[in-house]
């Protein structure tokens, strides 16, 4: 079955706001429409982008489904990156970045039977998604609160090369929460 963008949006976890785009594209925000203004202007361009990024966001859900599907575009990609796919808690299948043209579709073959399912996309990347397919029911992920993450390219994911691997990721995994992460690659904070 095809979701529409409105079912797609309950199984899309760690964003502010998630908006439709141009071409029926769905786009996740972890900043307010201000906040990006804010970060468009500043004088540290790459601020932006990296605000932008599909950061820490992920599909999450229970199905019995052996295959998923959607279509998907880069607006901005920086470091090498990945979109990962876990069931059950395990490492299923990595799709690199670098080797995904500049908008394409990405499948998966899944195992049999009843599974949690969980689809990490990007860190250090701007993807859109839409035209999400399933071949079976689905239920969205049950999460706790959210956990809000500050801080520079360490919070953001940079240097984890996977984001199932950011320490935000495992945390906010172990602890059943949903990961809001606001890091910004070379950003400092300071105490």
């Known amino acids: 079955m095809k979701l529409s963008n409105e079912q797609l949006k ?15 594209y769905l786009q996740a ?27 820490c966001k992920t599909f999450e859900m229970t199905t019995a489904a052996t295959k998923i599907s959607f279509a998907y575009k880069f607006n901005w990609k920086c470091s090498e990156d990945t979109v990962e796919l876990y069931v059950d808690g395990l ?20 195992p049999e039977g009843e599974k949690q399912v969980m689809i990490y996309l990007p860190s250090d990347a701007t993807l859109l998604v839409k035209n999400f397919e399933i071949n079976a029911e689905f239920t969205p992920a049950q999460k706790g609160e959210k956990v809000l993450w500050i801080g520079d390219s360490i919070t953001q994911g940079y240097d984890a090369l996977h984001p199932s691997r950011r320490y935000t990721a495992q945390v906010a995994d172990f602890l059943g929460m949903e990961e809001f992460n606001r890091g910004i690659g070379s950003e400092k904070f300071c105490a």
């Not at 309950?10 to 029926?24: F, N, P, Q, R």
């Not at 925000?29 to 950061?55: G, I, K, L, V």
């Open 10 to 24: 309950t199984i899309y976890y760690g964003a502010l706001d998630i908006v439709e785009v141009e071409d029926g």
């Open 29 to 55: 925000f972890q900043y307010t429409d201000s906040q990006m203004d804010y970060f468009r202007n500043s004088p540290f361009t790459f601020w932006y982008e990296r605000c932008d990024a599909s950061n």
């Open 91 to 110: 490492a299923y299948e990595i799709k690199y970045v670098k080797d995904m043209g500049q908008e394409g579709t990405l499948s998966f073959e899944l």
